[in-house]
């Protein structure tokens, strides 16, 4: 009776969406009983998860089950920087974004299977990050990712138009979509926060819309290495990039 109370205490503590992860990840360096202790693991005042930042941590495993996102509620900020090297192809969960709490999310050189469209669903979602992720699939529609202030998506094989519903959020503030393989014309930006547009080495063509200058905020426009005509005023903004 003893023993079975002392392995129901250590399990309840253990337990939970964060043991999970770790038994699918195997991050060498998690494993103790309190999570919000593990390296690049960060909790708010009351435990709750509030960030995971598995960059610089080596792991074996590269599937994020499902009832992990849903369960932390409390998730901002998801973070996997591959800058060891490490050669793991990322399964993200259908259920992403079910607590609707990430602002963040950033994954950088690890394969992953397929696009995560279920990330169009993360309508808090302000800073979006996939590069180098070795991705092959038309971009997604970006409707309700109505906070967006950051698209990082460059390196991977994109194809297929850059929809317009991404040219109508109106907080964009950086859009890196270089290095893919993306056709057709740019849609309209509406954002009057918009900062950086960087489309380079792409398959675009069609003409550039004057009105992408007269933006206030403009402070880099590439558009260098596609098929795209561009108008006389790209030569008037200092880091305007293109081949005349
Ligand atoms: C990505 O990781 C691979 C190893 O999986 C490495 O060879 C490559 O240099 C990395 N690429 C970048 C851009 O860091
Ligand atoms: C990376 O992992 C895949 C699948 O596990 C394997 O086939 C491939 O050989 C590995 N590549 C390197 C460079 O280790
Ligand atoms: C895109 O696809 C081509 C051809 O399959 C491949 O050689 C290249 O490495 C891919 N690029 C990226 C960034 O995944
Ligand atoms: C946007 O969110 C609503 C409500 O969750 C959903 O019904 C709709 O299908 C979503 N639209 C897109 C384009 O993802």
């Known amino acids: 009776m ?3 109370m002392i392995f129901l205490k250590a399990h309840l503590i253990f337990a939970g969406p964060m043991e999970d992860l770790q038994n699918s990840l195997q991050v060498d360096s998690w494993g103790n009983p309190y999570p919000c202790s593990w ?7 009351d435990d709750e998860v509030t ?3 598995l960059s610089g941590l080596t792991f074996s495993g590269s599937i994020i089950p499902e009832n992990i996102f849903i369960n932390l509620i409390k998730l901002e900020y998801f973070s996997a920087v591959n800058t060891l090297n490490l050669n793991n192809t990322f399964t993200l969960p259908k259920d992403l974004c079910s607590a609707n709490s990430l602002i963040h999310f950033e994954i950088f050189n690890f394969t992953l299977d397929t696009f995560p469209f279920q990330l169009t669903q993360c309508s808090k979602l302000q800073v979006l990050h996939l590069t180098f992720c070795s991705i092959v699939s038309t971009l997604p529609d970006f409707t ?4 967006l202030k950051i698209l990082e998506l460059n390196h991977n094989n994109f194809t297929g138009v850059i929809p317009a519903n991404l040219g109508s959020l ?7 979509l270089f290095n893919n393989k993306l056709t057709g014309n740019l849609p309209t930006f509406v954002s009057k926060v918009l900062e950086v547009l960087d489309v380079r080495e792409n398959l675009l063509d069609g003409t550039v819309n004057d009105d992408l200058f007269s933006k206030a905020s403009g402070l880099y426009f590439g558009f260098d290495g596609n098929l795209l005509t561009v108008p006389d005023l790209c030569k008037e903004i ?3 990039v293109y081949v005349k």
């Not at 309700?144 to 906070?147: D, G, I, Q």
């Open 2 to 4: 003893a023993v079975f």
């Open 39 to 45: 390296p690049g693991v960060y909790c708010d005042w």
């Open 51 to 53: 960030s995971i930042a």
């Open 144 to 147: 309700n990712l109505s906070n």
């Open 170 to 176: 109106q907080y964009l503030e950086v859009v890196h």
């Open 238 to 240: 200092p880091f305007c």
